[in-house]
């Protein structure tokens, strides 16, 4: 087997992660979650989940992770016996359908850029406008196209490739995202736009929990990249015991910071054009927001800039999904890494093709494994760590923590019960959901077409 990689820095590993986490989750999924689920309640419930379930659970992947020095499914393979050796599988299936489809989004981002650079946002027109873009061979020769940076910077290996990039992309994230915060502050309406979405009303928590409740914790899990091996992965490349816990916190608070501050970009844009941000669902940055970028000033350079920078974390993101099923083909197939992340690629985009042809697969892909695949491995590796190798978890998160007291103890009792269980409820719940689905739009569309 060819010698393992590791990372050059620790803020090597940390950029990468946070590039992971940061990603369509903040900047596309984040707000238009907020306008669907009412504004600052869900802001309130979602930073508590952040907390209760997403810390802990990258804790769980890290030790896994950094014990093994593996892939997921090698991981598993090491240290678990019988069942849980397959848990590995159901995280590099959650990473190849959801690259897949994950590719096609952020091809629409690169596509809004340009549209931006022409001045060529309509305030009239833009579903149609956002029709055009979403769907054809437009789209499909955009996905190609991300699929081919994606491949390229993976092909390069753990140090030139990831890491190098992230420490290109993530602090320019950041410094772009507070620019333009600070840039849509002085636009009218602001203020109501911040009351909107800071001051929660209690009775709207109250009377809406049970959709807001998944609905965040969904959001959570996906945003921290969780449930499918990531953080895992990236912790398997550390080769040296460090902090994990610290390391862990860095990364939900930074992914959290941007979410945050996408929220504070997207709400005084929507406010000042006059549109109602939890009218458009999904389609919020690419249909409202574009629209509203047409009526502010500056707008088209505005978007460019915005589209931009959610296209950069795209990439820093799909990075690392592709990084979880090249390292697993790497390890347990012995191919070079140029060579598997050149046939995954392809397999990534002919597989994500029919989504950049109808919005529909892209539900499909989504509600699997978004909503089932990534809380099922979320709760199977919840599990795993909690109950079946809990002295080796304690002994691992204590490597590099001086003074770790009762806290590791009491993390296991967090992954045992309260994470165990909402994540249970998550996926009999999106289960139901997918049902519907599946039975539902799925048929129908299914009957038109065929
Ligand atoms: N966290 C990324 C985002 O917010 C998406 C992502 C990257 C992801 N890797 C993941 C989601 C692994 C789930 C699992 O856009």
Redesign the pocket.
């Known amino acids: 087997m060819a010698q393992r990689e590791s990372w050059a820095t620790r803020t090597g590993f940390i950029l990468a992660a946070v590039g ?7 900047i596309w999924r984040f707000p238009y979650q907020v306008g669907e689920q009412g504004g600052a309640a869900f802001l309130f419930i979602y930073l508590l989940l952040i907390v209760m379930i997403g810390f802990p659970v990258i804790l769980a992947e890290f030790v896994v992770g950094r014990n093994t020095e593996r892939n997921p499914v090698g991981a598993l393979k090491r240290i678990g016996s019988g069942a849980w050796t397959k848990i590995g599988w159901v995280f590099v299936t959650a ?1 190849f359908v ?1 690259l897949s489809y ?1 590719s096609v989004i952020a091809g629409w981002t690169v596509r809004y850029v340009l549209i931006g650079l022409q001045g060529g946002y309509t305030a009239d027109a833009a579903p149609e406008q956002f029709g055009a873009v979403a769907s054809g061979l437009d789209a499909v020769g955009l996905h190609a196209l991300f699929m081919l940076g994606v491949i390229v910077i993976v092909a390069l290996g753990i140090e030139r490739g990831i890491e190098l990039s992230v420490k290109v992309m993530v602090p320019a994230i950041i410094v772009i995202s507070l620019g333009l915060a600070a840039y849509v502050f002085t636009l009218e309406g602001a203020a109501d736009a911040y009351a909107y979405y800071l001051s929660p009303e209690l009775s709207t928590i109250m009377s809406e929990w049970t959709t807001i409740l998944p609905a965040a914790a969904a959001q959570a899990f ?7 091996g ?1 953080m895992m992965t990236y912790a398997s490349y550390l080769g040296e015991d460090r902090n994990l816990a610290s390391d862990a916190g860095i990364i939900a608070v930074l992914d959290t910071f941007i979410a945050f501050t996408a929220g504070l970009i997207a709400f005084p844009i929507l406010f000042a054009a006059g549109i109602d941000p939890g009218a458009s669902g999904p389609s919020l940055i690419f249909v409202s927001l574009a629209a509203a970028f047409a009526e502010i000033p500056f707008g088209g350079l505005l978007g460019a800039i915005f589209f931009g920078t959610v296209a950069i974390a795209a990439l820093s ?1 799909a990075i ?2 592709m990084e979880v099923v090249v390292s697993y083909l790497i390890d347990e197939w012995d191919i070079d890494r140029i060579p598997a992340t050149a046939t995954l690629g392809v397999a990534i985009f002919l597989f994500g093709t029919p989504a950049a042809l109808d919005l529909v697969f892209i539900d499909l892909y989504d509600g699997f494994a978004n909503s089932i695949l ?1 809380m099922l491995g979320g709760l199977l590796l919840s599990i795993f760590v909690g109950w079946i190798v809990p002295d080796l978890a304690l002994e691992e998160i204590e490597k590099g923590i001086k003074d770790i007291g009762s806290l590791g103890v009491a993390w296991l009792w967090f992954v045992r019960i309260p994470v165990v269980v909402a994540l249970i409820g998550l996926v009999a719940l999106n289960a139901w959901n997918y049902y519907g689905f599946l039975t539902g739009s799925f048929a129908d569309w299914l009957n038109t077409t065929l």
Do not use: C, D
């Open positions: 992971s986490a940061v990603g369509l989750g903040n990473g959801i994950y996906f945003t921290l990249s969780l449930g499918m990531v993101s690392s999904i990534l």
